[in-house]
């Protein structure tokens, strides 16, 4: 995705080029046509939405909204968020650079299977990923009995919901990597071997450094669902106020109590991340743009 | 320092890349790997490398076995066809590469590796450069550059693949002869692989010409072009017009026609070939020689080239012959008429074809 945003910087030049010229040039009520009914689209179904949210949010003055934020139950919600993201995006990461690194370099039985079950996670409804945990885990499941033996509890508490989020993400990083991995092949990688460098220098002085914008792009896409994920999550919580409540979940409580104006508060911090993580992303991209010229 | 393979055998699933090659490098020598595309030259210098596993047989540097070497401790250089430079390193760094990656126990100072590396930069005349990004650089320098960062490690081999064949004609024949002289001062066991015949004769001191994962015929850059051993080898270097006949008493009988060899050739299914400057065009419709007519005549600086089509019983074989563009045929023939061709020079081999069937 990041090669392919690469690509795009780099043809800005040549449609520049395009425009400036009568030969090529398009007749305007085209580029007016064209360019009206994206930007409408764009504006009625993000822009707007996006917008009300503060808007709502605001509704009743910076006070309701700075109480809805600092209420125990939306900081919970906070901290648990961030938990189940610090500790996915990290898990991530290594798996998914692993299993990049795994697919494009070794030729293996059951490869193919691999990219499948990478996959997986996308092709899954969330609530499906949610309710294997929960039989698997719960006092019904497989191992839910053994677990309660033991008395450790994974469904209705936070491991949980740490493996509901690390499923749904799984796919991100290896995802981005794959392709700029296949593509860059082997060669750098056999020169270095050569020139006398171990596996893991090869890995941190070579490899690590050709792919970093891609991944930290893998990186931001994964934090951004982690932080923003529901169904598989919503199933596994419990919804138990200040303990097992997330970020989105404790939107859908706020909503469902008529509490509109804390709802759209805690949503609004929803949506500033989304709009931090999308800033990133940008300012990601064009540096590996800058990287591929 | 010596390389020598011993029955290397590598198959590529139903694909023989080597088949059973048994090959000496001797010390000091630049060597030219030689052959069409497929013929497992590449394939070869991979293993040597120890890239690549071969199925069965030995790989000795210096004498010592070291099929089961890791490659990095093979203390080879190796020179890739795309430059495989790190392209998120300045110059300076790809050339550094090798001496960083040392065990801290044997590993230069920072002071030490500087000077090296910009001796290396000045080896390959690039100095001036050392602050650039790969991407920076044209193809004949990034080459350069590849080459300082492989021999930066003091390899006791180096091994070349195809390491021209992405740069345009003008820089490819600048960068041979600056090799041949690099060579001469380092005077390193060098391999390279090519399939350009013109380059193996300039720069090698030994030419191995290979196909179909063996060993056609090794020797000197003039002796391979001046005694090709095999059919195979004399149509490879250099352009080739062929003849298949019988032998018979003045030379080899191509149905009515006789091509004239002057010398005794052996009995059987034969196939000849003559170049295309020891080709004479005699303007006669009937007589000796073999028939032919003349299709176009081109004319490229100091050569005419003339084209012609196989008459009777050559019919659809097509001859090229080369003149002097200052030899009265060069600008005196016509397109469309009959000539008998007579060959000044021939080399004769028996059919490989039908000699195993006899």
């Excluded at chain 1, 990049?100 to 996959?119: C, H, P, S, V």
């Excluded at chain 1, 450094?209 to 893998?218: E, Q, S, T």
């Excluded at chain 2, 290396?120 to 050392?130: E, I, P």
């Excluded at chain 2, 250099?238 to 009515?256: C, D, L, P």
Aim: charged share 20%; proline share 4%; glycine share 8%.
């Amino acid at each position: 995705m990041a090669a392919i945003t690469a690509n795009l910087y780099a043809q800005h030049d040549r449609a520049a080029l395009l425009e400036n010229r009568q030969a090529t040039r398009e007749a305007r009520w085209v580029k007016v046509t064209i360019l009206g009914a994206a930007l409408t689209f764009f504006a009625i179904f993000l822009l707007l939405p996006l917008a009300v949210v503060f808007v709502e949010a605001l509704a009743k003055g910076w006070h309701t909204y700075l109480d809805a934020l600092v209420e125990p139950d939306a900081l919970s919600a906070v901290t648990l968020t961030l938990l189940a993201a610090l500790i996915s995006v990290p898990l991530n990461l290594v798996f998914g650079v692993a299993a990049a690194w795994a697919i494009t370099r070794f030729d293996f039985r059951g490869k193919q299977l691999l990219i499948t079950l990478i996959d997986l996670p996308f092709s899954v409804s969330p609530v499906v990923a949610g309710l294997i945990y929960v039989l698997v885990f719960s006092s019904h499941g497989w191992i839910g009995p053994w677990l309660l033996e033991h008395d450790i509890k994974v469904i209705f508490a936070v491991p949980g919901i740490v493996l509901a989020t690390v499923f749904v993400t799984v796919p991100f990083v290896a995802r981005e990597l794959i392709p700029l991995l296949q593509a860059q092949g082997r060669e750098e990688e056999e020169a270095a071997v050569v020139l006398g460098a171990r596996g893991w220098q090869v890995f941190w002085h070579v490899t690590l450094p050709n792919v970093r914008w891609a991944l930290l792009y893998g990186v931001i896409l994964s934090n951004a669902r982690a932080m923003g994920e529901f169904g598989a999550v919503s199933v596994v919580s419990g919804h138990i106020r200040g303990e097992t409540n997330t970020l989105p979940l404790h939107v859908e409580i706020l909503y469902n109590e008529y509490q509109f104006a804390a709802a759209f508060a805690v949503a609004s911090l929803l949506a500033l991340l989304a709009l931090v993580t999308l800033a990133v992303k940008s300012w990601i991209e064009w540096r590996a743009a800058q990287a591929h010229d | 320092m010596s390389i020598q393979v011993q029955n290397i055998h590598k198959a590529f699933g139903d694909f023989i890349a080597l088949d059973n090659l048994t090959l000496d490098f001797p010390s000091g020598e630049l060597v030219a790997l030689l052959g069409p595309s497929g013929c497992g030259k590449t394939t070869l210098l991979r293993v040597i490398a120890g890239l690549e596993q071969a199925d069965s047989g030995r790989v000795l540097l210096d004498g010592d076995d070291a099929s089961d070497t890791h490659v990095r401790e093979r203390q080879v250089g190796f020179v890739f066809q795309h430059y495989a430079l790190f392209r998120h390193m300045t110059v300076f760094d790809n050339v550094a590469f090798g001496l960083r990656m040392k065990p801290r126990g044997i590993r230069p100072s920072e002071a030490e590796i500087k000077r090296k590396v910009h001796e290396l930069l000045q080896l390959v005349q690039l100095d001036w450069l050392a602050d650039r990004f790969p991407a920076q650089l044209s193809g004949g320098q990034r080459q350069r550059i590849a080459l300082a960062r492989a021999l930066a490690v003091e390899p006791r081999v180096l091994l070349l693949d195809e390491p021209f064949g992405a740069l345009d004609a003008k820089v490819r024949k600048e960068l041979r002869r600056w090799l041949r002289r690099l060579h001469d001062e380092l005077h390193i066991t060098s391999i390279f692989v090519t399939h350009d015949q013109e380059e193996a004769l300039e720069v090698a001191d030994r030419v191995v010409l290979m196909n179909h994962g063996r060993v056609e015929q090794i020797g000197s850059p003039a002796e391979v072009y001046q005694q090709p051993a095999t059919p195979f080898v004399y149509g490879f270097l250099g352009a080739a017009n062929r003849f298949e006949g019988q032998s018979s008493a003045g030379g080899i009988a191509i149905g009515k026609a006789t091509l004239t060899t002057g010398q005794h050739v052996q009995h059987g299914e034969v196939i000849a070939f003559v170049r295309p400057h020891e080709l004479d065009i005699v303007r006669q419709e009937f007589g000796h020689g073999i028939p032919a007519r003349v299709s176009r005549v081109l004319t490229l600086g100091a050569l005419t080239r003339v084209e012609l089509e196989g008459r009777d019983d050559v019919a659809g074989q097509h001859f090229d012959v080369e003149l002097p563009a200052s030899h009265p045929l060069a600008g005196s023939l016509i397109t469309g008429e009959p000539v008998r061709l007579q060959p000044r020079s021939v080399r004769v081999f028996a059919n490989p074809e039908t000699a195993g069937a006899a």
